[in-house]
């Protein structure tokens, strides 16, 4: 045993009292005296790894949840990828030296979700964290508005339940911005090929002058213009969404689908403001498909699967790859291990396989390694 320092509390007494066990029975169970039990639970010292294995064992319990590292309440200062309130509820990350707070509120956020928060922020801007550091350490944040990243993060859970994945909605612009800015670990970007160079890559060496990065291929999806059952106008390509009836809502600035538009409208010598809503902008596939299954849009961009989850029907305009770009020097992350491992594996390709509009034949490919 080791002399507690102050830092590590036990719920030893809880789990032995949950169990219906004396100290001197615990005791007996795992070969100690009931005085180093006591010692235990009056965190006066931590056992070594063999006993708190048997402690677990026989209190049905696992060590990380006999042994809390207490956490100061405020961690200090926190850059925000969003702004936000105090009080707001936030999901926390460690990237590098810096703790990243995503606030679970707002368009950018997936609706009809509410999260458990790892912390709240304060008057002062600094944080009332839930959670111990560690944990914080063992986070990835990672961006894209892949609706699939949400997959990846679950499998990750299942492969290593001590490592997590934040997954935040953002487009591929802010996404790719935040990782060069050491705001997130993993953009998820989805550029579109327009010359003889590939997308994703040009927009690295453009937006991230300098960033040494693996580019790893996550999904290849199908974009396009969701709209409502039955395609009631007809529409089948760009030239229909330029007249005066079809009311039209745009990606914002930036985003990677409202470049796929403006390079169809030039291909065809079609001025931007001939197309009704062009100005009109939502910041989401969600938010967009939300117009139209309310009766406020007739067409929007976005993705096959998020189409058919709002039960809307799709014209497809494109086939794009989503690809991972992580900074080199975050691949030794212990939940970066995590991420590329799970790329590599048959279950994230059945997954994506199983997504209306995807296609996992390219998943975990280096691209740039």
């Given at each position: 045993m080791t002399i507690h320092d102050g830092t590590i509390?036990?719920?030893?007494?809880k789990y032995r009292r949950r169990k219906g066990l004396s100290q001197d029975e615990l005791a007996h169970l795992i070969g100690v005296r009931r005085q180093a039990v006591y010692d235990m639970e009056a965190e006066r010292y931590l056992p070594n790894t063999a006993v708190a294995l048997r402690l677990a064992s026989v209190l049905g319990c696992t060590v990380e949840r006999l042994f809390v590292e207490e956490v100061p309440a405020e961690l200090g200062s926190i850059h925000l990828l969003n702004e936000a309130e105090a009080a707001a509820r936030l999901s926390l990350a460690q990237v590098r030296e810096k703790i990243v707070g995503v606030p679970l509120h707002g368009v950018r956020t997936m609706p009809f979700k509410?999260?458990?928060s790892d912390g709240f922020l304060l008057a002062d801007k600094t944080i009332d964290c839930q959670l111990p550091r560690d944990q914080l350490?063992?986070?990835?944040?990672?961006?894209?508005?892949?609706?699939a990243l949400g997959v990846l993060s679950g499998l990750m859970a299942r492969a290593a339940p001590g490592i997590r994945a934040h997954t935040v909605f953002a487009s591929s612009r802010q996404a790719l911005l935040s990782v060069n800015a050491g705001n997130a670990h993993v953009a998820g970007i989805h550029y579109h090929s327009f010359g003889p160079s590939e997308g994703n890559i040009e927009a690295v060496r453009s937006l991230s002058p300098g960033m040494d990065c693996l580019l790893i291929a996550f999904s290849v999806q199908e974009e396009g213009f969701m709209v409502a059952p039955g395609n009631p106008l007809s529409i089948r390509s760009v030239e229909d969404i330029?007249?005066?009836r079809t009311?039209?809502?745009?990606?914002?600035?930036?985003?990677?689908?409202?470049?796929?538009l403006d390079a169809q409208l030039s291909q065809r010598g079609m001025p931007i403001l001939e197309v009704k809503g062009y100005t009109e902008e939502v910041y989401s596939h969600?938010?967009?498909?939300?117009?139209?299954?309310s009766g406020s849009a007739d067409a929007a961009l976005g993705l096959r699967v998020v189409a058919e989850s709002?039960?809307?029907?799709?014209v497809p305009l494109a086939v794009t790859r989503c690809d991972l770009a992580i900074p080199s020097d975050l691949r030794d992350h212990p939940g970066m291990t995590v991420l590329l491992d799970v790329l590599q594996s048959s279950g994230i390709r059945k997954e994506l396989g199983s997504?209306?509009?995807y296609d996992p034949s390219d998943t975990g490919k280096m691209i740039v390694g």
């Open positions: 509390r036990s719920a030893i007494k509410l999260d458990a350490v063992k986070t990835l944040l990672v961006l894209g508005c892949d609706p330029a007249n005066e009311r039209f809502v745009n990606r914002e600035e930036g985003a990677a689908l409202r470049k796929l969600s938010e967009g498909a939300m117009r139209v299954a709002f039960g809307l029907d799709f997504l209306p509009g």
